[in-house]
T-cell receptor, first 118, second 111 residues
């Protein structure tokens, strides 16, 4: 079945540092999504990418949809303490068609845990 | 933006009992909702897709008789864990059909 390789598994950050993580897949996806999950909460969507090569920003976050459609990366610039958490990538085969329409399943990466350097 | 309300946020139950988890879409209607299970320090695994007006679609390896999913209306989907056992203890999360909005999750502990 489809699998997503997300790296790194974990990383320590110091406030102000830039952070980078990526996901690669053996399959092509039509959509890449990046989420942040805090302990005991559901994931929160950070950025959605719908087109190969697309580069999208959301504040200090930037994500890109790889040109091969098999990979994506997420960058966080000038990290702050509240960036700590677990980040997940997810790939999806079908683009959204509006609520109520059919939708392909999301395949999730295993997550990247961001912690603060002691 | 779209909001998915999930209840309860946590529940402790005895082995052999059943637990119902609700997910409501507050400001949109959905003919499908996704249900995920997440074990500690692991990723989200899709369990099933609830379908309004028809049977749920279960992922391979998920027991239909144990995890009863019902999509009663365009704004309500429920997951009932029947005859719960300690190994069913997990974090259960629902989402809209596009992965845009997730519920806040339900921590189930079976003792």
């Amino acid at each position: 079945g489809q699998q997503l390789n997300q790296s790194p598994q974990s990383m320590f950050i110091q406030e102000g540092e830039d952070v980078s993580m990526n996901c690669t897949s053996s399959s092509i996806f039509n959509t890449w999504l990046w989420y942040k999950q805090d302990p005991g909460e559901g994931p929160v969507l950070l950025i959605a990418l719908y087109k190969a090569g697309e580069l999208t920003s959301n504040g200090r976050l930037t994500a890109q949809f790889g040109i091969t459609r098999k990979d994506s990366f997420l960058n966080i610039s000038a990290s702050i303490p509240s960036d700590v958490g677990i980040y997940f990538c997810a790939g999806q085969l079908y683009p959204p068609v509006g609520y109520g329409g059919s939708q392909g399943n999301l395949i999730f990466g295993k997550g990247t845990k961001l912690s603060v350097k002691p | 933006g779209a909001v998915v309300s999930q209840h309860p946020s946590w529940v402790i139950c005895k082995s052999g009992t059943s637990v119902k988890i609700e997910c409501r879409s507050l400001d949109f209607q959905a003919t499908t909702m996704f249900w995920y299970r997440q074990f500690p320090k692991q990723s989200l695994m899709l369990m099933a897709t609830s379908n309004e007006g028809s049977k749920a679609t279960y992922e391979q390896g998920v027991e239909k008789d144990k995890f009863l999913i019902n999509h009663a209306s365009l704004t309500l989907s429920t997951l009932t864990v029947t005859s719960a056992h300690p190994e069913d203890s997990s974090f259960y999360i629902c989402s809209d059909p596009y992965g845009y909005t997730f519920g806040s999750g339900t921590r189930l502990t079976v003792v």
